[in-house]
């Protein structure tokens, strides 16, 4: 497939939670990308091709993912992966960015986002679920908890790295959109050690058990972040849509759209990533005043 394993400029900085690699590609506004689990920037392959036509499209690695290195202090509580994103967004003086949190980064990223919010053009909230995990969310929370990080669960994703090769190969398959095997092979051997695996299992696992933190997003959400431009985005047939995402967020946001992407799922960005990169595109448009086609609009 043409364009399927592009070279990205990656670029590196040292924080505090260790340095840190990121894909920088083109010019205008900044799109910052937030990768969740279990993947990495990568991910964002084909959301990127499209994006950095017309954006900047910034998308880093988390500390202990992909390019990046974790610093020996850094204890992957999701306290530090807020804080990570905060640091990173300061010391590259992001200013009027739109940031995509995805899956699991919708968690820390909105928890990070109040510290953020002065320099937010935007949010775009992706395929996650809504914060805290109450009322039909109870569902995810006991998944997450018994099911995703239990101890079978953690053994054959450790032994067989099975997460990363659940979404690298399986899930852009059901789009009809497998990627190269040289892209699924990058994709999974970014998690070539027993420790990276484990870090994947251990975001889950704190997003079932950690209460507090689950409050502090919803709380911080409605008191810094309601007034922020936000668009809900999120796949036909994407289980968090059924436990009531959707209707959540648009409750903490004020001035929210809501896109859904035709036939997909959790994962969008593999399979349809040009269709994610479009509505994203013409969502920012509009927030920035530039005209769009009334069919557009009409959508939006």
Known sequence: MANQFPAYNVRHINLKSGEIGFIDEGKGKTILLVHGAPFTSLGYMRVIDEL????????????????????????????????????????????????????????????????????????????????????????????????????????????????????ATVVPLLGFKPFSRRVRQAMITQFDTEEKRDRVLNIFSQMGWNDRFMFEISEGTKKYLSHIPALLLFGQFDPVRFVGAVPRFQKMFAKCTVRIIPLE?????????????????????????IEVPRAVQARI
């Open 52 to 167: 950095r036509k017309t954006y900047r499209v910034v998308a880093p690695d988390l500390p202990g993912f992909g390019s990046s290195s974790a610093a020996a202090g850094f204890t992957a509580k999701l306290e530090d992966y807020s804080a990570f994103l905060v640091e990173f967004c300061q010391v590259l003086a992001l200013d009027d960015f739109y940031m995509y949190l995805f899956d699991s980064a919708g968690c820390f990223g909105l928890h990070a986002a109040p510290a953020l919010a002065s320099k937010l053009a935007g949010l775009v909230i992706a395929d996650t679920v809504a914060f805290p995990l109450t009322g039909r969310a109870w569902a995810v929370r006991f998944v997450l908890r018994y099911i995703v990080s239990s101890r079978p669960a953690r053994f054959l994703n450790r032994k067989l790295n099975l997460l990363p090769w659940l979404v």
């Open 265 to 289: 799922e959790h994962f969008p960005i593999f399979a349809s990533g040009a269709k994610v990169a479009r509505e994203m595109n013409d969502w920012i448009k509009q927030q920035e005043g």
